[in-house]
């Protein structure tokens, strides 16, 4: 049985398409593809159908992770009962998401740093900040907390699910 991860920010075109490549790439190196399920999802649908922000591709890239490829989309009830962990990248994004979680899901919900990276919450960091209308900097923290992140993510899930 695969383990799911869903990343969600507000509009699928910077911070949860870039958690989702990068993470999709720590999963590939690790040999695990056959053993954990990645995707991502906004809350809002205004990016539907389009492809990651010009500029956290750029960034992405400059870093070894090519996101050019995925494809906006909004969370889906069915997203509940798919996934074993929905983690969204700011506190007002997981309000959200607790607002239409059914009942009867029993997917992990929370905050992508607060659930992977230690660090940033001894930091006081729980939250990746939308860069979307910042300059490449806000890009390049984004990708910096994530990467963090996702690395601490994987250990995480491996350990929890003995992969």
């Not at 720590?26 to 040999?31: E, G, I, P, W």
Request: a negative charge; glycine letters at 6%.
């Amino acid at each position: 049985m695969k383990v799911s991860v869903l990343f969600v920010c507000l509009g699928n075109i910077c911070r949860s398409p870039t958690a989702h490549g990068l993470f999709q790439a720590y999963v590939n190196k690790a040999c695990l593809s056959d053993e954990i399920f990645v995707d991502s999802a906004g809350t809002g649908a205004w990016h539907v159908g389009e492809s990651p922000d010009k500029r956290a591709q750029s960034i992405a890239l400059n870093k070894g992770y090519d996101i050019s490829h995925l494809l906006g989309r909004q969370v889906e009830p069915d997203d509940f009962f798919k996934f074993d962990y929905i983690l969204a990248m700011d506190t007002q994004n997981l309000h959200d998401l607790s607002n239409i979680k059914p009942a009867q899901s029993k997917c992990t919900l929370g905050l992508f740093l607060e659930l992977a990276n230690k660090e940033s919450i001894l930091n006081g960091i729980l939250e990746v900040p939308d860069p979307f209308y910042g300059d490449a900097e806000h890009f390049e923290k984004a990708i910096q907390l994530i990467e963090s992140g996702a690395k601490n993510l994987l250990a995480k899930i491996r350990e929890e699910h003995d992969i």
